[in-house]
């Protein structure tokens, strides 16, 4: 890529964050619209679980598939490719007849969605190739998922209740349009000097994990966990893991190198993305339902009640990353640890649900929490790899984050329906609501409490030692390969 003016390279970051903010609404936008598409579509817990589940599984699955195709035939090439896929899906969920054909429709989105915040991100950390500035523009990339926070729910609640809901995939499409535009124009091609090569089995052994894993968690509490189905999905998502753990080793370039795992800190932010998208994913879901089919609120009063969480979240986003860039990941990994645990604690052990001042106090400590975890994640996961590198460590930490949120609406989501069994569409649902979810707060606290324990045991001084290390042994080998995704 070539050198840009400092006024070009933060126009860059405004373009590449026009996909975040679409991916973003979508997101919450989605969460919010849930229960009026459930009476709508006539489908049950895991129908809405598969409508969020279908997108972030598809995601996950092709990040870096799609990273290395941009590292071998332009990034801006895929983004652009990446942004007309993801506004026809947009446009197709909008026109989805029934739920099976939705589901369909937010794949497509998925694979749109591939090409769009990894490779943004990869031309990000080849934009900004100063340290301190990288962690900056990381901070300014994650503030904007606060800023898609804030305006999702209330957006969507407008939509949703005005319009209806089909509605909340129309504000992609002038977004995406304008993006489109703007990256054909601003946006310089840039290639890797030396491409990784395709891994077809190592991409087919991932998708393979991650659906059958997936499938099992939100299909047991209807099918029986120890149905022959479940137990067929069981052993299918053990033979893939078994199958990358000795197929990848052998490969001079993997889809997913190993040996980025020997690296503390790089291994300590996987965990974390995991744990905290995770917590994410299911705090969304179980508290949209919550608001309204418990609490009766329409849709726009149930993103309002969001508003708090959000809005935190798009203030402290920036500020971490400039906490990231002067103090290292230390201190916000630990502030967002504490902050998320409390949030599912009130819920789990003090009935938060039952008390608004609780209840919104719970919304701004783990909006404070969220807030402080995106910056940490992506620049551990980058900082301690060799530069050309960088990029490829950054897309397993991406694919973390979207694997996380998976399994937290899959887990959360089975929970909350295997505690609901019998009493959905029964006067006796809301008593039976904040029991049924009980367990999932707890789930939650546990999720945070794994940000907090494991950000503390790999950012002191052995952690970035051992990542050193890693970059020394990866260097040589990998001299000239070029940066993946983010």
């Not at 652009?80 to 029934?98: E, I, K, Y």
Request: contains cysteine; glycine residues 10%.
């Amino acid at each position: 890529m070539p050198d840009l003016s400092p006024r070009r390279r933060m126009l860059v970051l405004a373009i590449c964050c026009m996909s975040l903010l679409i991916v973003g609404l979508d997101n919450t936008i989605l969460n919010v619209a849930l229960p009026t598409m459930q009476r709508e579509l006539h489908t049950t817990v895991s129908g809405m679980q598969w409508t969020i589940d279908a997108y972030t599984l598809v995601l996950a699955s092709l990040l870096m598939l799609s990273g290395s195709t941009a590292d071998r035939i332009g990034r801006r090439r895929v983004f652009m490719a990446g942004l007309v896929v993801f506004t026809l899906g947009s446009l197709l969920c909008s026109l989805a007849p029934n739920l099976g054909a939705l589901v369909a429709f937010r794949t497509v989105q998925a694979v749109g969605g591939s090409m769009l915040n990894p490779v943004a991100m990869s031309i990000i950390t080849n934009t900004f190739t100063d340290p301190r500035e990288r962690a900056r523009a990381i901070g300014v990339w994650s503030g904007v998922v606060g800023i898609s926070m804030a305006a999702g729910p209330i957006v969507g609640g407008l939509l949703v209740d005005s319009v209806g809901w089909r509605s909340i995939f129309w504000i992609n499409l002038p977004v995406g349009l304008a993006a489109l535009l703007l990256t054909w124009r601003y946006i310089p091609e840039s290639r890797a000097p030396k491409p990784r090569r395709p891994d077809p089995v190592g991409q087919l052994l991932v998708v393979a994990l991650l659906g059958s894993l997936t499938y099992g968690i939100i299909e047991a509490p209807s099918a029986g966990w120890a149905s022959p189905q479940i137990l067929a999905v069981w052993a299918l998502a053990a033979a893939a893991l078994a199958g990358l753990l000795r197929y990848e080793p052998r490969r001079a370039e993997p889809l997913i190198d190993l040996r980025f795992f020997r690296s503390v800190p790089f291994s300590g932010a996987t965990v974390i993305a995991v744990s905290a998208f995770a917590a994410l994913g299911g705090f969304l879901f179980v508290n949209t339902l919550y608001l309204q089919n418990v609490r009766g609120l329409d849709a726009l009063h149930a993103g309002l009640y969001m508003v708090p969480m959000a809005a935190v979240t798009m203030v402290v986003a920036p500020f971490s990353g400039r906490l990231v860039a002067s103090r290292g990941p230390r201190p916000s990994l630990l502030i967002a640890g504490v902050t998320m645990a409390a949030s599912g604690l009130l819920f789990a052990a003090f009935d938060g649900e039952t008390s608004t001042p609780l209840l919104f106090t719970s919304y701004v400590l783990f909006g404070l929490g969220f807030g402080m975890v995106n910056s940490p994640i992506t620049n551990t996961a980058v900082s301690g790899m060799p530069r050309a590198q960088a990029g490829v460590a950054a897309a397993v930490a991406s694919t973390s984050r979207q694997t996380g949120q998976t399994l937290g609406v899959a887990v959360i989501g089975a929970v909350l329906a295997a505690g609901l069994t019998g009493a959905a569409g029964s006067p006796g649902y809301t008593t039976a609501f904040p029991d049924a979810a009980r367990p999932a707060w707890w789930i939650i606290t546990a999720c945070g409490l794994a940000v907090l324990l494991t950000g503390a045991a790999t950012s002191g001084r052995r952690a970035r030692e051992s990542a050193r290390r890693t970059a020394e042994r990866l260097e040589p080998a990998e001299e000239g390969v070029g940066a993946g995704v983010s």
